[in-house]
């Protein structure tokens, strides 16, 4: 089903990511990834195993994109640390779903928002400038 309504949402999301700043877009895939936990949890605890599937495999696919951009180079052990964390995670989410275990699923947002909040404690124009120096 392609409605107006549909089509505008996407455009919306286009532009949100075409004109966010690198901060910005990883705020976004946390959000995104929160988002999907927690309705592939209820539908855990529902017995919907097919929309639990896609929701997973949706975070499954925004955890690796956040995994990718780790810059193991300049991160050093954060970096390090933060790899192990999106794999565990990753395995985490992977027994869940295949155990359909509703609490697997809210381990893994639990950790997610605990990133996301860290994330968000940093300032945006601070990172910026410290970007700008190393560069």
Known sequence: ???????????????????????????????GACTRLVKARSYATRGDHEARNACIGETVSILNGLQASLDQDQGGELAENLDALYDYMLRRLYAANRDNDAEGIFEVLDLVRTLQDAWQAIDPELARMTESQTS
């Not at 004109?19 to 990883?26: E, F, G, T, V, Y």
Request: aromatic share 6%; no cysteine; net charge neutral.
């Open 1 to 31: 089903m392609n409605s107006p309504a549909l089509q505008y949402q996407k455009l919306d999301v286009q532009t949100l990511v075409s004109s966010a700043s690198p901060h910005k877009l990883i705020s976004m895939l946390f959000d």
